[in-house]
């Protein structure tokens, strides 16, 4: 899923990511929609799809990774999460509840669940304290979703599976997930520090406890080449900013490796950044005009390049996906 | 004529300058092409048009007004000007020999000769000296000019009439540069500082001593309630980055005035910025969302904000030209 944090994938306008990359969903943040322009206006406008013009799919996260990483004091209890604005300093309070209100306000097409995600390394003290209230809040939240899904039409409910990297912890919660018989799962927690291998190793314990005929959706993953990895441990969903954000830094993933397009070699480069990728910006320009661009600091160079790397881990996840349904999985694994 | 200092139209897919906008010629910068990447890249690259992916007409400046505003220590000199990189520092000769042969090299449609371009006030004796040093490197220009124009296509050249605020020197100036038999010629040292009466003022009687069969173009307007007054003028082309500058300010020009989108008024507003306008922004998207990029800084605002604009000057330009054609423009002129 393209990361749309602010209702916009940075760069990229609406047409081109339904037409030229063919994104079917992509996620927003509540926790930067919450605070602008707030649910109530998105509500009053017909919900985030009309909002940014959007008919496709939708994921809003809960808000509460978002909360951890950008907000200053914020404060956790059973109740929910305290924390201050980092736009104006105003406080406000993340409940399991009414970070569901919000999506709902949203329409978003899928609804995460608050979650505590601990920064990496957590002791197993704290790592099962957060993954408690974490269960706790799931109940709370898909309570007052089923309440809404029952009077109308809602997006699905996503609960959100933590452990930090304990094994035993990662287990209690996705049994105690799994209860709640939730329309899909993701396994949070990851991406906040760890070594790969060790998410990848959570990944892989965690995932086959989850219902196989579900959407598994792993949060904040990853770079290109691991996305084979995750999908071959039962991986369905990933998000990760990295295409889009290492775009604007200048970095480039292609075929053969990355393309830091800085580096003076790219100078007089008239070969695309990529001979193998169909994208516009593949198409259209040689490496040397993207090189001026960024140099020139230039906007187009974000924007081309933000559709070139963003055709990049669509495309894997697009070719994987007729590999699982041709059989051939395995093979491309090993290519 | 859209801006693209540096080869590029800020915020702006070439795609959609010549399918959505329907751009047919936009004006690149000598100062900053020849800086970075420099015209010895741009022609081994095949030429603007090849580097930058844009098969429609460019139009390139001399470099002369962008010397005169952005560079440090610049010295003039009947040879040319010296000046001083507003990048780095490093010293540079425009002789006007070497501003066309820059131009050479970037194989541009229409090759700017070499002005003085003074601001304004500026005295008789100041304006007549730049005036006749810009005639002298008039000549010098098409004769470097007419020399490659005997070996290959070449694009076609267009002198500069200068003379600040008197129409003595308007009319000298003019007079000169007519004996040149040049393809085509420009108005400048407008839109610097003075008052916009003198500045339609200088065109009434500058423009009427210029070939009635040759296009005529005012450097650096206008306002869009201007440009009827400049083609009522007998003018043909013009330039200016207010259309994308204002853009990426907040500023949209509608068939009903001004937006300045950042205002609350719009922070609710589920109408498209001109009703009457067909562009993808008005097509697309509400006030209020293109409000919400906009104080939350997104790019995509600066993208759908320099479309708009953009097709509000380009519409009145091509709505002009269809009265003319039929002859209505009279009456176009007093609505």
């Known amino acids: 899923m393209p990361v749309g944090t602010q209702a916009t994938v940075k760069g990229v306008l609406q047409r081109d990511l339904a037409g030229e990359l063919g994104a079917r969903i992509i996620l927003a943040n509540t926790y930067h929609l919450f605070l602008r322009p707030g649910p109530e206006l998105i509500g009053r ?20 990774f978002q909360v951890f990483s950008l907000s200053d004091l914020r404060k956790v209890t059973d109740a929910g999460v305290l924390f201050r604005s980092h736009l104006n300093g105003d406080a406000h309070l993340f409940t399991p509840e009414s970070t569901v209100e919000t999506q709902l306000a949203f329409g978003s097409d899928i609804i995460m669940v608050l979650d505590e995600c601990l920064a990496y390394p957590a002791s197993h003290e704290a790592a099962r304290e957060a993954m408690r209230r974490t269960v706790r809040w799931a109940e709370a939240g898909a309570a007052r979703w089923r309440r809404a899904a029952s009077e109308e039409a809602t997006g699905a409910l996503f609960p959100i599976v933590q452990g930090s990297m304990y094994a035993d912890l990662r287990s209690e919660c996705a049994r105690a997930l799994v209860e709640l018989d939730a329309p899909g799962y993701a396994i949070g927690g990851l991406s906040v520090g760890e070594p790969r291998a060790l998410s990848l190793e959570m990944t892989e314990l965690t995932a086959p406890l989850l219902p196989r005929e579900k959407p598994r959706y792993v949060m904040g993953v990853g770079m290109p080449e691991e996305l084979p990895q995750y999908v071959a441990r039962g991986v369905d969903m990933m998000d990760c900013v990295m295409p889009s954000r290492n775009a604007r830094n200048g970095c480039l993933f292609t075929s053969e490796g990355r393309v830091i397009i800085k580096q003076a070699r790219y100078r007089d480069d008239p070969a695309p950044v990529d001979a193998r990728c169909g ?35 669509l495309d894997a996840m697009r070719r994987m996906r007729a590999a699982i349904i041709d059989g051939t999985f395995p093979q491309f694994l090993n290519t």
Do not use: K, P, V
């Open 45 to 64: 406008l017909g919900g985030l799809h009309r909002f940014m013009s959007w008919d496709r799919a939708i994921l809003t996260d809960s808000g509460g």
């Open 279 to 313: 994208c516009y910006t593949c198409r259209t320009y040689s490496r040397a005009y993207l090189r001026h661009l960024f140099q020139a600091g230039e906007m187009l160079f974000s924007m081309l390049a933000t559709l070139h790397n963003l055709t990049h881990y």
